[in-house]
């Protein structure tokens, strides 16, 4: 059942803002003019094996319809009247590593973090918002649920204190690799390539509220935040 509800506010992150421990593993994905928030799913399934891509059994497609690196794997029979985007279905990630193994591509580089490749929720439960309305997915003690949530008082999260990132390779290890880029770009082993390095830093901010002021102060057309027991993402990209 989709049916739109009349919030206290139309703000996605206002609501996000509101969700308790108690409200776990939480996933949230904008795309355009959309906004989908789900938590407590059904089932999960993750791992480093790309045969556990098998069990999504739905037509895994963009949330966006578009391409994109967040994915939801929406059952065949989605809305198709424009009312929401995402009835139900699958939300998670496909790691970089995890989408070289599915392209059959050999990597040089130490997985020195040993995270899951990938990791998928299954929601059959969520909200969405669009242009200040809200909607919800599911039966009426769903729909209380959210207006429990609704009703909390909106505090004022501490300041989220500055981040020291680190880089992981010195400036003679970035610009030897630079010169490789240029110089495999010029044999024609690559026409495009995305050089990039991680950054490190430490904080013991609460990973939700930090996502949320992130998403204030620089506000993207595509953003995702998931939980999972072994990582939480989060991201803000300009890229459709």
């Given at each position: 059942m989709i049916?739109?509800?009349q919030l206290s506010s139309g703000d996605p992150l206002i609501f996000f803002s509101k969700l308790k421990k108690s409200e776990r593993l939480v996933s949230l994905v904008t795309a355009g003019e959309w906004t989908v928030i789900a938590w407590d799913p059904s089932k999960t399934i993750g791992g480093n094996d790309v045969k556990i891509l098998d069990h999504l059994s739905c037509e895994a497609v963009p949330f966006s319809r578009a391409g994109r690196r967040d994915w939801a794997c929406l059952p065949a029979g989605r809305d198709e009247a424009g009312q929401a985007p995402f009835p139900s279905g699958w939300i998670g990630y496909i790691s970089h590593d995890m989408g070289a193994q599915l392209l059959g591509i050999s990597l040089k580089a130490k997985d020195d973090l040993r995270l899951p490749g990938l990791c998928f929720h299954r929601?059959?439960?969520a909200i969405a918002f669009r242009t200040s309305k809200a909607f919800a997915i599911g039966d009426d003690s769903w729909i209380e649920a959210i207006r429990t949530i609704d009703r909390r008082p909106l505090r004022n999260p501490p300041p989220v204190p500055r981040l020291?990132?680190?880089?992981?390779m010195t400036k003679r290890e970035y610009e030897r690799g630079f010169r490789r880029?240029?110089?495999c770009i010029k044999d024609g082993d690559v026409y495009q390539l995305n050089f990039a390095q991680r950054f490190?830093?430490?904080?013991?901010c609460d990973r939700r509220v930090l996502f949320a002021q992130?998403?204030?102060s620089h506000p993207a057309a595509?953003?995702?935040y998931f939980e999972s027991?072994?990582?939480t993402l989060l991201s803000l990209s300009p890229e459709t």
């Open positions: 049916k739109e509800l929601y059959d439960r020291n990132f680190r880089p992981q880029v240029k110089q490190d830093a430490e904080s013991a992130l998403a204030r595509c953003m995702s027991d072994a990582v």
